[in-house]
Structures are given as C-alpha cells and as structure tokens.
C-alpha cells in the first residue's frame, strides 16, 4: 500500500519562503522507475502540475514556479522537498504530492496525498 503524506504547509508573508515535504510508505524514492510530482490546486482552477522527478532523476518545473523552487531528496526519511522562494499572493493552494509508478511520469497519476494548503498574504 502506497501513502503519500504531505506537511509543511501554511500561512506566508509574500516575498518569503516554505518547504513542502512529502514522506512515502510503500514506495522508496531512491527507485529509479517511479515518477514523483508536486502539483497545487486553487479554488476555481484546474490541478497544476509544478515539478516532477523523472526516473532518469532529472527534475521538470513548470514556469510558474521555475528559478523559484527546487526539490531536494532525503533518502534517509524516504522524503521529498519541494523549497518554494519569493512566494506570491497567486501561489496560495493547496499543494499536493503524486506518485507514478510507471516511467509515464506525464500520462496519469497513480497515487495522490491529501495535500496541505499554502496562504500567500500580507
């Protein structure tokens, strides 16, 4: 059984900085063949897809959010962190962790975790 638990989320003055962590069970991040993504969610928009850990361990980001966030891995905690800088208002949503268990990374997303909400506001 794969879980996907996300934490670190909260409320941010713009211009500051978070960082989101995604701890996995079921799966091991240092597993080549997965694809792991962040994706955020605002009221009234479509899921974005903001950053994804292809198997090759190449990192994608969005343009959104590219020169702004960088993703780090720590293996021991079986972890990812997404590190968002010189937040925005319009960054405020609820972020959440996915998991493909396939090398597809960009045709469907196998496992979601329940997300943690972001607020940008001064």
């Known amino acids: 059984q794969v879980q996907l638990v996300e934490s670190g989320g909260g409320s941010v003055q713009p211009g500051g900085s978070l960082r989101l962590s995604c701890e996995a069970s079921?799966?091991?991040?240092?597993?080549?063949?997965?694809?792991i993504a962040w994706f955020r969610q605002a009221p009234g928009n479509e899921r974005e897809r903001l950053a994804t850990?292809?198997?090759?361990?190449?990192?994608a980001f969005a343009d959104s959010v590219r020169g702004r966030a960088s993703i780090f891995q720590d293996n021991a905690k079986n972890t990812l962190n997404l590190q968002l800088n010189s937040l925005k208002p319009e960054d405020s949503a609820m972020y959440y962790c996915?998991?493909?268990?396939?090398?597809?990374?960009?045709?469907?997303?196998?496992?979601w975790g329940q997300g943690t909400q972001v607020t940008v506001s001064s």
């Open positions: 079921g799966i091991a991040y240092t597993y080549r063949d997965y694809c």
């Open positions: 850990v292809e198997p090759s361990g190449r990192t």
């Open positions: 996915a998991a493909t268990l396939t090398k597809r990374c960009y045709t469907w997303v196998d496992y």
